[in-house]
């Protein structure tokens, strides 16, 4: 294969993947039933004049499926952190003990469980999307590589190939998350 194909298909690859680790990273961020200290991956906090993710400046734990607890290293952060999950509008009320934060996850409704699966659906969704623009970009990029009409008709099927293991893949992550969600 032709080394300016095999670039176009490596770096197609590359962006696939991104996709797909981008919406698990998403589906992190989407909270089913049970508390889970990744729910609060995405909150940052203002620490020495930088904001800086929780996990860095606190110990972020689960007392029993529907409790996190956030202990900071420093006291003084206590507020600083109640304030950024507030900010973070993760739907959670953070308490304060003088010790520690303590949120208390509540029990989803049928409803709220509906909305988070069609919230989990969009982003697959944008994945999808990303992963065919990745494939539309490939292909336009082969036509204008210099290389037989079959060199390039193989590497448009590698391309092909990749769409489809990846977009299968992005619509088991969305299955196994949606069944994770609507588990009562």
């Given at each position: 294969?032709?080394?300016?194909?095999?670039?176009?298909?490596?770096?197609?690859?590359?962006?696939?993947?991104?996709?797909?680790?981008?919406?698990?990273?998403?589906?992190?961020?989407?909270?089913?039933?049970?508390?889970?200290?990744?729910?609060?991956?995405?909150?940052?906090?203002?620490?020495?004049?930088?904001?800086?993710?929780?996990?860095?400046?606190?110990?972020?734990?689960t007392l029993d499926a529907h409790t996190i607890t956030v202990q900071p290293?420093?006291?003084?952060?206590?507020?600083?952190?109640?304030?950024?999950?507030?900010?973070?509008?993760?739907?959670?009320?953070?308490?304060?003990?003088?010790?520690?934060?303590?949120?208390?996850?509540?029990?989803?409704?049928?409803?709220?469980?509906?909305?988070?699966?069609?919230?989990?659906?969009?982003?697959?969704?944008?994945?999808?999307?990303?992963?065919?623009?990745?494939?539309?970009?490939?292909?336009?990029?082969?036509?204008?590589?210099?290389?037989?009409?079959?060199?390039?008709?193989?590497?448009?099927?590698?391309?092909?190939?990749?769409?489809?293991?990846?977009?299968?893949?992005?619509?088991?992550?969305?299955?196994?998350?949606?069944?994770?969600?609507?588990?009562?």
């Amino acid at each position: 294969m032709n080394e300016e194909l095999k670039f176009i298909v490596d770096s197609t690859k590359e962006l696939m993947q991104n996709a797909t680790l981008h919406l698990t990273e998403e589906f992190r961020n989407i909270r089913a039933g049970k508390a889970t200290p990744s729910m609060l991956g995405s909150v940052t906090v203002e620490y020495y004049g930088s904001q800086t993710p929780l996990t860095q400046v606190a110990n972020v734990s689960t007392l029993d499926a529907h409790t996190i607890t956030v202990q900071p290293w420093e006291k003084h952060l206590l507020h600083d952190i109640e304030k950024a999950i507030m900010i973070a509008n993760l739907g959670f009320n953070p308490m304060n003990n003088g010790e520690v934060v303590i949120i208390n996850v509540p029990i989803l409704t049928e409803e709220r469980r509906l909305q988070l699966s069609k919230q989990a659906k969009s982003e697959a969704e944008n994945a999808k999307v990303s992963i065919r623009n990745s494939r539309k970009d490939a292909m336009n990029e082969i036509k204008k590589v210099e290389a037989s009409e079959d060199m390039q008709g193989n590497t448009e099927i590698d391309v092909q190939k990749l769409t489809d293991k990846y977009i299968s893949e992005v619509d088991e992550l969305y299955k196994l998350k949606d069944v994770e969600i609507m588990k009562v």
